[in-house]
């Protein structure tokens, strides 16, 4: 893996300045870019039990073949 010098630089400067190791900069910025901060946010303030999630998960899952199922209807009909 190739990375710019100028990258490297300021990854390692802003190492020093936060007193954390080099390669937890990179995986931060990883994280970020990639989106997995906002995912681990999510999951820390879901405040519902896992019972509570399936449900909303399968009421969901039903909606939307209600939803596909009127769709075929409406294009069969034309």
Known sequence: ???????????KVAAAREDKPEYLVVEDALR??????????ILARASLSEEAAM?????????AR?????????????
Do not use: C, P, Q
Request: aromatic fraction near 4%.
């Open 32 to 41: 970020k870019h990639l989106g997995f901060d906002l995912l681990e946010r």
């Open 55 to 63: 449900e909303v998960a399968i009421e969901a899952t039903r909606s």
């Open 1 to 11: 893996m190739y990375v710019d010098a100028d990258l490297l630089r300021a990854m």
């Open 66 to 78: 209600k939803e596909i199922a009127r769709e075929r209807r409406r294009g069969s009909a034309r």
